[in-house]
């Protein structure tokens, strides 16, 4: 998957902070502006090719990987969430004599918010094999364009 953007910021070890506009594709979607009014986001993105701050530049993302973060990111968090709602209305309800719909739903947020925790976690631990999941710039589209507004 490729995106373009503008780097904003070179940091260290070769990353640079870019600052991309979202595809067409996912515009119709909103899910990515709920409480922003604009259409860009910044990631940091390994800069294996050395562009410099202001350079419009192209970005790529296996789509295997991209999934595979996405399964990471949405589907454990989700999978913790029904897990939860299992447990907290089959067991913990009879157990200790709770309603089992709230205890369900209650049960779920917290096992939901666990996985989120246990991801973050993990991610700071390098478990997730660093860099494998990070964007790459592959090629520079123009050269220091300040004009170029983003």
Do not use: Q
């Not at 990471?72 to 004599?97: D, M, Q």
């Amino acid at each position: 998957m490729i995106e373009y953007g503008t780097i904003k910021k070179i940091k260290k070890n070769n990353i640079a902070r870019v600052k991309i506009t979202r595809h067409e594709m996912c515009g119709n979607c909103k899910a990515c502006e709920l409480g922003t009014s604009n259409k860009s986001m910044t990631v940091d993105a390994k800069n294996e090719i050395n562009a410099k701050e202001g350079d419009r530049v192209a970005l790529e993302m296996e789509f295997a990987n991209l999934m595979k973060a996405s399964g990471i990111a949405y589907g454990l968090p989700l999978i913790g969430f029904f897990i939860g709602i299992f447990l907290g209305y089959s067991c913990l309800a009879n157990i200790f004599h709770l309603d089992a719909v709230y205890c369900g739903f209650f049960t779920g947020l917290i096992v939901m918010f666990c996985a989120y925790g246990l991801i973050h976690l993990m991610d700071k631990r390098g478990k997730f094999e660093k860099g494998k999941y990070e964007p790459v710039i592959v090629n520079v589209i123009n050269f220091n364009n300040k004009d170029n507004k983003d």
